[in-house]
T-cell receptor, first 116, second 115 residues
Framework: EAGVVQSPRYKIIEKKQPVAFWCNPI?????LYWYLQNLGQGPELLIR????????DSQLPKDRFSAERLKGVDSTLKIQPAELGDSAVYLC??????FGDGAEQFFGPGTRLTVL | AQTVTQSQPEMSVQEAETVTLSCTYD???????LFWYKQPPSRQMILVIR??????QNATENRFSVNFQKAAKSFSLKISDSQLGDAAMYFC????????????FGAGTILRVKS
């Protein structure tokens, strides 16, 4: 079974440029998560999707960050414009559901963003 | 809000020996899950072991075991017979049993394994 796929693995951009990250969850997983991981820290949840609906985006900086999960499968996270402080690893995870059995989260390899 | 604290930024262990990583957490909930995740340089977060708070028996997975002290809100990870492949960043994480499945992570402990 294929795991969570993310692309690109690495991205280097100049500040004020836009950037987008893509995530393909494990087949059949209804819940998708985007996490931000700063250097030397644990991941922090940015947004959670139940199918195509964003049900927890309280930690997403909405002035510059946006996300979508069209058709409830793949998801894209966008930053526009990027700032120096956005340099971090962006992790995507998925789970079968978000409660009880089947709520185990499986993580992708992440995208390392460097903003110059 | 729940918090997770890992007080050891870095640990070292000799190959084949045993090491214990510490984790404490704060919560007002009575039922929850606790996890240890491993993140090697490839960045792929891998689940090492999980513990349900309502279970008194400590979880074990091959060379990995936990010491879960619910009253003390402590959840340490013991790695026996350490191998070079165990070198990684280890994260302790808390998950509520309520709807939402939110994971709260600690800051991590870098584990170095010496040959």
């Amino acid at each position: 079974e294929a795991g969570v796929v993310q692309s690109p693995r690495y991205k280097i951009i100049e500040k004020k440029q836009p950037v987008a990250f893509w995530c393909n969850p494990i087949s059949g997983h209804n819940t998708l998560y985007w996490y931000l991981q700063n250097l030397g820290q644990g991941p922090e949840l940015l947004i959670r999707y139940e199918n195509e609906e964003a049900v927890d985006d309280s930690q997403l900086p909405k002035d510059r960050f946006s996300a979508e999960r069209l058709k409830g499968v793949d998801s894209t996270l966008k930053i526009q414009p990027a700032e120096l402080g956005d340099s971090a690893v962006y992790l995507c995870a998925s789970s079968l559901r978000s409660f009880g059995d089947g709520a185990e989260q499986f993580f992708g390899p992440g995208t390392r963003l460097t903003v110059l | 809000a729940q918090t997770v604290t890992q007080s050891q930024p870095e640990m070292s262990v000799q190959e084949a020996e045993t090491v214990t990583l510490s984790c404490t957490y704060d919560t007002s909930e009575s039922d929850y899950y606790l996890f240890w995740y491993k993140q090697p340089p490839s960045r792929q977060m891998i689940l090492v072991i999980r513990q349900e708070a309502y279970k008194q028996q400590n979880a074990t997975e091959n060379r990995f075991s936990v010491n879960f002290q619910k009253a003390a809100k402590s959840f340490s990870l013991k790695i026996s017979d350490s191998q070079l492949g165990d070198a990684a960043m280890y994260f302790c994480a808390y998950r509520t049993m309520e709807y939402g499945n939110k994971l709260v992570f600690g800051a991590g402990t870098i584990l170095r394994v010496k040959s």
